[in-house]
């Protein structure tokens, strides 16, 4: 089980825009993937950074006044922008570290690498599709039902592109995704190989194990949550779960074992 390097420290934002290096901003208490993968990026290269807390759902002004966003992950090196893009932080990561490469050098292998990244991070794609899934579930029920979180929900929909028609057809395109992910799992297996493109880790494997969560979260011993969250991020839908291979959560953890960070820090 690979240990969390001891260069990591967790401050405050205030105190964290006037720090030299990497600072890494991630949503707390919650194993959202998009932050779980982008700092396992640093995590498997060994590159040490300094956690900013940003929380879920806020306006998160004072976060919005050292970056100019709001959201999470953002990794900001040095007095550069901040990254805030799937894309532009898996790049961010290779120019700090070349070793352990996490984008294929063969051009064929990096156009397939990327482009399943962007099923699985882009605007679209399986993590996109799951929280519109989460958001119709919350934003369906009555106004009085979530009470004050369905401000929440409202800012987040809006943030995102919900709509009716769009939760209602998003579980269609999750499961495309996910076949297409068994696919291409199916297909290294029958090669010989343990990763999603050739035969080394990529930054792809690393998102897949992250989203992962979307589909079956880790157990609480491995990444503590509030069972409500772990409920909805659990997929029980029949149809999904049939287009997902067994390979895929197999995958996750053999990733997860051997490259990323156990149990997760939240």
């Known amino acids: 089980m690979t240990e969390v390097p001891q260069s990591r420290q967790t401050v405050e934002i205030g105190k964290a825009r006037d ?34 807390d940003q929380t879920g759902g806020q306006t998160n002004d004072e976060l919005v006044a050292w970056t100019g966003h709001s959201n999470a992950p953002q990794a900001v090196y040095q007095d550069e922008r901040a990254r ?81 028609q769009a939760g209602e057809t998003a579980p269609r395109r999750a499961e495309e995704i996910l076949r297409l992910l068994s696919a291409q799992l199916e297909g290294q297996k029958a090669e010989g190989s343990a990763f999603f493109i050739g035969d080394r880790l990529s930054a792809l494997d690393i998102y897949w194990a992250a989203f992962a969560a979307l589909l079956d979260p880790l157990p609480d011993a491995l990444c503590p949550m509030n069972e409500m969250m772990r409920q909805n991020y659990k997929v029980t839908e029949p149809a999904l779960l049939d287009a997902a291979s067994p390979l895929l959560l197999e995958h996750r953890q053999r990733i997860y074992q051997t490259h990323m960070e156990l149990p997760i820090q939240l």
Request: glycine share 14%.
């Open 19 to 52: 720090l030299p290096g990497l600072r890494l901003v991630i949503t707390a208490g919650v194993p959202g993937p998009w932050g779980e993968a982008a700092k396992n990026l640093f995590f498997a290269k060994g590159i040490p950074f300094i956690r900013v």
């Open 84 to 164: 805030t893009g799937w894309s532009e932080i898996i790049f961010l990561a290779e120019r700090l570290a070349a070793n352990p490469p996490l984008i294929p050098d063969d051009p064929d292998d990096r156009v397939r690498m990327f482009g399943l990244l962007h099923e699985i991070a882009g605007e679209n794609g399986f993590g996109w599709t799951r929280r519109l899934m989460l958001l119709h579930g919350g934003l369906s029920l009555p106004k009085e039902t979530l009470g004050p979180a369905r401000e929440i929900f409202e800012r987040l929909g809006r943030s995102y592109g919900y709509s009716t």
